[in-house]
């Protein structure tokens, strides 16, 4: 049984890593002008991870019983694997891309790609985030940084691109000394940043350890009421009514 779980969590982070990257680097086409080998590099790591999740799901869909069951409840691992690319290799090739209303449906394309592997990301790390309650810390952690990138951005007179910058890397405690504050709300600003990054960073760490470490209490509470359940079916004809109607009871509830 532990293993099973152990297989299934490192399942889940590989899955939402996975999901993260490919995102991530779609949002950065979209937002930057990058290079052709950049470019190139991305189109290579992003097949990859389609030919991965494309694996994934078909070698599910074979393996699950109740395969109208396994469209509904898999949809977004579907809408992830959509070859995206080949779409946008073919207009490319058909110079259709050129034209201002495919161009626009490109980046349309693109921004769905991204917004469906997001959605991938979210369902596989749904519950790594809720482990020790650490939504709560990521939260806090993205209001200080826009809360100082703001601040920094008024305080300093910083654009907001290298106040987002400066922000990043003083709450990731990493601080390159590129930008330093000058004015007294910017250090204090950085010194709130920072002691915010140290918490995250403290967090993260327990956060980990208590997800591949511990066992889910109710899973593991779940586990031993069905097999108190068995034990007393082993020994039917000793079971009175009551004892039945109990059974019942509890079956119903963990059905729920």
């Known amino acids: 049984m532990n293993i099973t779980k152990h297989k299934n969590t490192i399942y889940e982070v590989i899955s939402a890593l996975l999901a993260l990257t490919s995102s991530t680097m779609l949002i950065i ?9 950049v470019e190139y590099i991305f189109d290579i790591i992003d097949n990859i991870i389609l030919i991965i999740f494309v694996i994934d799901y078909f070698l599910r869909l074979y393996l699950s019983k109740d395969k109208k069951k396994f469209f509904k409840e898999n949809i977004i691992d579907l809408l992830s694997i959509i070859p995206f690319n080949s779409i946008f290799q073919g207009f490319r090739i058909l110079k259709i891309s050129k034209l201002l209303k495919f161009a626009k449906l490109l980046k349309f394309l693109k921004l769905f790609r991204a917004f469906s592997l997001l959605l991938r990301f979210k369902k596989y790390s749904r519950s790594f985030i809720k482990t020790n309650n650490f939504q709560y810390a990521i939260y806090t952690t993205m209001f200080v940084l826009i809360t100082g990138t703001i601040g920094m951005h008024f305080a300093e007179g910083l654009s907001f691109g290298n106040a987002l910058w400066w922000s990043f890397v003083t709450i990731t405690t990493v601080g390159y000394g590129d930008i330093s504050p000058s004015t007294t ?58 004892d039945i109607n109990d059974i019942c009871t509890i079956l119903k509830a963990l059905k729920k």
């Open 29 to 37: 086409e979209l937002s930057f002008n990058l290079s052709v080998t």
């Open 185 to 242: 709300l910017g250090r204090i600003l950085a010194s709130i940043l920072m002691l915010v990054g140290i918490g995250f960073l403290s967090m993260l760490t327990g956060t980990i350890s208590t997800f591949f470490l511990t066992k889910k209490p109710d899973t593991s509470y779940r586990n031993e009421l069905i097999e108190n359940i068995k034990c007393k079916l082993d020994n039917f004809d000793k079971l009175n009514t009551e």
